[in-house]
């Protein structure tokens, strides 16, 4: 009888282990923002200040939605963030501060690639799509995806650097596009008869972050601490600036 309570006892922890809870920053685009997951359930999503920026809101708002949804830091199994591409200063800050809590908090960390992100906020019948976000100086990031068998979306190679002009004249009509990238003044450029993803899905979103980061998480997935690091695909202007002078 002992040994038949105790095995219901150990089935009720294990199922109870089930939930996960997680943090999910996303910092590489504006506005960002923090989200939390528990399993599936969006807890909630926040946006950061604009005025602000990531340097001095982000630690203050995961403070202060952790205890409106009554969680402590230790309660996370994960914590995930945008690895890039994207802003320099953004994912430097948004990756070392999941990394920080992570290891303060003793959860797995797992980094999601900005443009995965945005390719997964698009419509479901959608099957080739091309992702686009701003690189400044007149130049986009940009990835190809494809639906595979499972329907989730496949990269065709890493992101790449590519100048507007280039990019607008290798456009093949109809085909899909997304990101922030398609904002002004490339927004007056299209050609007609190209297909575009609502703007409302062209900024990737924390929870969006989170929702990948769950379905990756429960395939086994994770990140080695110490090895996570922003993926910024290139030099920062100060680099090139410094190199050229050499």
């Known amino acids: 009888m002992c040994s038949v309570t105790s095995a219901l006892k150990l089935n009720v922890v294990c199922e109870e282990r089930k939930i996960v809870r997680i943090l999910a920053l996303e910092t590489s685009c504006k506005p960002g923002g923090i989200a939390l997951l528990e399993d599936a359930t969006l807890v909630c999503e926040v946006e950061l200040p604009e005025e602000t920026g990531p340097g001095r809101s982000l630690a203050p708002l995961i403070d202060a939605r952790l205890r409106a949804a009554d969680w402590a830091a230790a309660d996370l199994d994960l914590v995930t963030c945008t690895i890039g591409p994207g802003s320099f200063t953004g994912l430097r800050i948004g990756v070392t501060t999941a990394k920080t809590l992570a290891y303060a908090a003793g ?12 390719a997964e906020q698009a419509p479901d019948a959608i099957t080739t799509l091309t992702t686009v976000i701003d690189a400044q100086r ?12 499972d ?96």
């Open 107 to 118: 959860s797995q960390i797992l980094g999601i690639p900005t443009l995965d992100v945005v």
């Open 151 to 246: 329907q989730r979306w496949q990269a065709a190679g890493e992101p790449q650097i590519v100048d507007q002009a280039v990019w607008l004249s290798q456009l093949s009509v109809p085909s899909w596009v997304s990101g922030s990238g398609l904002r002004r003044p490339l927004a007056g450029e299209l050609p007609a008869g190209l297909q575009v993803v609502a703007a409302t899905q062209w900024e990737p979103r924390a929870a969006t972050v989170a929702k990948i980061a769950l379905r990756r998480y429960q395939a086994g997935q994770r990140d080695d601490f110490w090895q996570l690091t922003p993926r910024y695909y290139r030099k920062s202007a100060a680099e090139e600036k410094w190199e050229s002078q050499q």
């Open 138 to 149: 007149g130049e986009l990031f940009s990835a190809r995806y494809d639906r595979g068998t």
